[in-house]
Structure formats: structure tokens, C-alpha cells
């Protein structure tokens, strides 16, 4: 035991034993005997040359040697296990399990051992929270941040930073696709000369798992994210896409979104100035450029929806960026743009502290003053802004190989010029909010992810009637592909029906004037682009669990037509009307069972209710959160 607590703090079980098991477990090249060997074989010497390390460590980053290379996972651990011993303001641990059932770690540098968000309001401190490697082959992001919190603790404006400031980070969140390391899945892509994969262990782009919440990771990430509740929070991520001057673009949450004057402020405040101080530093930026056909129709806001990190993280009231350094420039120089763009966001954060405490207070407030939420948010193309682009000029030249045209940037042609940027957006529909939404105990996938994301809810001691509201659905389409997972829905129609019902006893009842509004309201309602419903969670309500035999509900069906005068009336009509339903004996006998009390009565209809009123309170025993 004492041994193995040894090889633990050593860092050997990172550097050699985890490696190994993770590939054991996909039965890859390493077989059991081997690592065995391998292991009795190096762990004198490795013991010896880890203990030097510890009592002289070596902080230079391969990229500060001169090498085209990233940090290894096992590297980026230890480097900060070796931080955390030379500066007690900084605190490493780990949470929850990859879907590998391997930890993420989490290091926190604050002057006084905050551990979670609360502790670092209550002392007038904002939260900024970096996340990296969720795309392990874009990997910058990883090697800037450690360099990042290697230097500030030397830096003589960091105590009045801490003051103000709380900075919080995931060195390697994909920690899976971070060990899958390779020189070639990233093919447009300059250095570094290895690299992390996008998938994770059970090949899940991470950036569209956020809502769904398919992978531990996600779930882990929820948890954490929770802890903390960020002010501001930054994704770091590599580009694709076109040639241009650029090594910085930054995509922002779209700011209409954000609601009240917090997404004023970021649009006209915080977004101007983080780019007016990133070209004073000698790294001009430009927005992620997100076009529509020709870079001269101009650059699109990025949609970020819940699926996606920035939108997942906006919320729950946090100011979100996507930090995507252009994958062409060599690789130093995309890392140390990404170093000077944190730098330049935690002074802003400090300089703004006043303006993003009160935001946070006035998160509910804002959305406690609607009667109706906003959804589904499209590019508002009637408001545009203008910006400077800086670009190469783009030519069609013979290709070697095919001999078909190719698109060529001549960076012997560089241009700039005013495009129109597209930054607004606005909500494509609008639903009433409830007082409360009611889900059935059955769906625990539901109550699970919400307890995760630390919604408040409540539970009905005793059943109670009440009036409520409760949706069909009338029509969705579904990809013809699946896409992460899932055959996602789109284009969802509903009819919302009221009526009074029965609501039984453990029934959960969930309050929308709470912090999570936001969230609650986009997985909730089912024609919301991200929710639950188009992730497919209720996908068991569309299809029938009962029918009829057509050769025996015949009888059926004359009788009921011949007592119902209504239902014939109708029948006849549809029949006189459509002549394809005319000639289908089938399908009329369909058009009585439907309309029917032999139909099934739970067939489309969405099992989340919306209760307009409030309910009696005494009546609800409060669920505790994790």
C-alpha cells in the first residue's frame, strides 16, 4: 500500500501505469504480460528520475525547448502536481469519471482556497473558468494554460488579481481522446507533430454533448461547472476553414441571448475592448469567421446552442467564449496568442467585477420579469455590425493532381476591407412560462441530468387535481443520419391542450423562478432546438403500444359511426374531400379508431405538464441536489 501511494504521488501511475491500463481496456498493443515487464523494469529508474523532478523541477514547456510538440496528458498532470507543491494558492483535484472511469482534474488558483463558486462570491470575487482538450487535436489551449498558471504566481500584479478573481481550470477534459494520440487526424491542421483525438471513449464529440449529456464526461463537467457557476468561461479550440492574417478569431455566445443588459454590455463593452487590447498586444483578432458562401457576404454569429459548450455554460449566466486559433499558423505562435487572450480576459474580469456581480444578481430578475421565453434563435440579417478583415485573396487555380479547379489563398494578395458581420439574432418563437413544470418519476434520465446541473426540485407527497397544460405532439422531422448518438427531431409542432387532471403522489414538481430558468425552459419545451424531446429522451410516446384487427374493429367502427351522428358527419366529409382516403378501407377504418375512445390516449402526447398557477407548498418535500 505504502509502495503504490509512493508511485501515485510520484506521478508514475500517470505516466506509465494509466496509459497502459486505458489501452489494455481497448485491447489495444499493450497485453497484460507485457506491461507487467515493463513496469517491474522501470520503476527503479523511474522512481529515482521522478524524485529529482520533484526536488528540481523543470518548468519549461516543450514548445519554450524549440520543440513542435504538446504536452502529454501524463505531462500536463504532473506539471501542475509540481506547480501545486511551489505555490500553496494553488489547489489541484479531481471530480466524477471520464467514460474511461478515468478522474478530471481540476486546479484552482485563489489567495484563499476557494473550493466552489459560493465561497468566492461571498468574498466579492468573480469566477473565471478555462476549460481545455475538449478536442484533444487542438491542443494549444492545453499547453498555454499551464503556462499560464506557472507564470502568474510570479507576476507582481497577482495578489491584486486574486483579490477580485477566482481562476479555475480543466487541464485536459477529453482525456480519452487526449491518450488516442496520433500525426494525422487532424489533416489541415500545421503542428504540432502529435496529437489528441476529437472522440472520446465512446467516440463523442464532447462540444455537442453538453444538454444530451451522453458521456460521464459531460455529466462530471456538469458537476463541476455547478460547483463553480462562472462569470466568464473559455472553451479553448483550433480552427478549420478558410486562409487569412489571423491567428486569434474568438466566438462569443451570441449576446441576444444573454438577456436584460448583460448582453448589451458584452456586445458594446467587453467585446470591443477584448479586441482593441489583443491587437495593442501584437495579436490582432477577428471574429470566428462562420460565413455563408463568399467571405464577401460577410461573417455569421455563430448559432451556439445548448449542445455546444459557450451556449450550454450562457444558461446559467455565464459570459462564454470559444477562443479558435487558426490551424495553418504554426503552432508556437497559435499557443501564445491563446496565452495573451486569457491574460487580456482575466484583466478585463478584474476591471468589470462590479458589472458582472450585479449580472449575476439580476440573471433571475431579468427572466422573472417575462411572461414569455424566447427560443430557437436565427441570424437577425435586417442588423448588422461591420468589421476590418484583414484576409488573403482567394483564386481559383488548376488542381496538379485532378485537374479541376481548386481554391488557392494567395498570401502574395493579402486584403482588408469592411465586411458585414451578422451579430444579432432573434427568437423564432416564444412560449409561455409556467409557474412550474411537472414530470412524471418514470422519466429518470430527465431528473437525473437535473439534479446534475443542481436544479431545484420538489416532490408531491400527496396526489393532488389541478388545471394544467399539456402538449401533442402534432409533427417533427428526424435526421435520416445519426448524428452523436441520436436521430435528432427538428421542426417540432405542438398543440397545447388544457385540461384538469389527476397528478399523482412523487410526482416532481420544478419551479421555474430559479437560477436554472434558462436551462429548465430549453430542455423542457419539446420544440426547443436542444431538448430533451429532439434528443430523443420521450421518443417512446410516438409510437402506438395497442391497435386494432381491421377484421374485427369493421363492426366495431359501423356502430360507432352509426351512434356518433358527429363523427359520421366528419367521416363523410373527409371521405367526399380526399379521394385517396376514399379508396382505403384501411385507412378509414384508422380515421374512426382515432377518433375513438378505443385510441390510445397517450399516444403523442408529451409527458411534462405546465402548471400556470402556484400550488400548495405544504404539499412538496424538496429533493436534495448532489
Known sequence: MYVMVILMKSGFFLTICLPMLYFIKRRTVFGLQFVILFTCFMSGNFLNAQSSKMNNPDFTLPFEKGLNQTVTYADAINYLMLLEKSDSRLQLYTKGNTDAELPIHVAVLSDNNC??????????????????????GEPEGIDATLAFFRDLPKRSDLNAILKDLVLVMIPVYNIEGCLNRNSYSRANQNGPESYGFRGNGQNYDLNRDFIKADSRNSRTFASIFQDWQPDIFIDNHTSNGADYTYTMTL???????????????????????????????KWPMCPYVNTQGALDNGIYGFNDGARYSSGYASLFGAISFLPETHMLKPFKDRLLSNYVLMDEMIKLAVKFKSQLILFRSSHLK??????????????????????????????????????????????????????????????SLEVDIPEYYIIPPAYHQVLQRFEENNVEMYKLKESIETDLIQYKIDDFKTVSQPYEGHYLHHDIKVS????????????????????????????????????????????????????????????????????NPDLKKRFD????SDPKFADSAYAQLQFIYENSEYAEKDFRMYPVLKVMQTLPIDNLEKVSQN
Open 115 to 136: 473550493r466552489n463558486g459560493a465561497q468566492a462570491r461571498s468574498a466579492g470575487k468573480v469566477v473565471v473558468f478555462i476549460n481545455n482538450g475538449i478536442h484533444p
Open 251 to 281: 466566438l462569443a455566445t451570441q449576446h441576444n441571448k444573454l438577456g436584460g443588459t448583460k448582453g448589451d454590455f458584452l456586445h458594446d463593452i467587453f467585446l470591443p475592448e477584448i479586441y482593441k487590447n489583443m491587437e495593442a498586444a
Open 366 to 427: 431579468h427572466f422573472q420579469t417575462l411572461e414569455k421565453y424566447p427560443l430557437n434563435w436565427r441570424t437577425d440579417k435586417s442588423r448588422q455590425d461591420s468589421f476590418r478583415f484583414k484576409g488573403y485573396t482567394a483564386e481559383k487555380i488548376p488542381s496538379t493532381f485532378t485537374g479541376k479547379d481548386r481554391t488557392f489563398y494567395n498570401q502574395e494578395k493579402p486584403f482588408e476591407k469592411e465586411l458585414p458581420f451578422y451579430t444579432y439574432s432573434t427568437a
Open 496 to 563: 397545447p391542450i388544457s385540461l384538469n387532471k389527476e397528478i399523482p403522489a412523487g410526482s416532481y414538481i420544478v419551479p421555474t423562478k430559479q437560477f436554472a430558468i434558462r436551462y429548465i425552459m430549453e430542455t423542457l419545451e419539446p420544440q426547443a432546438d436542444d431538448s430533451f424531446f429532439a434528443w430523443n429522451y420521450f421518443d417512446a410516446i410516438l409510437s402506438r403500444k395497442e391497435w386494432f384487427s381491421d377484421y374485427v374493429f369493421e363492426d366495431v367502427a359501423a356502430e360507432l359511426l352509426e351512434k
Open 573 to 576: 366529409e373527409k371521405k367526399a
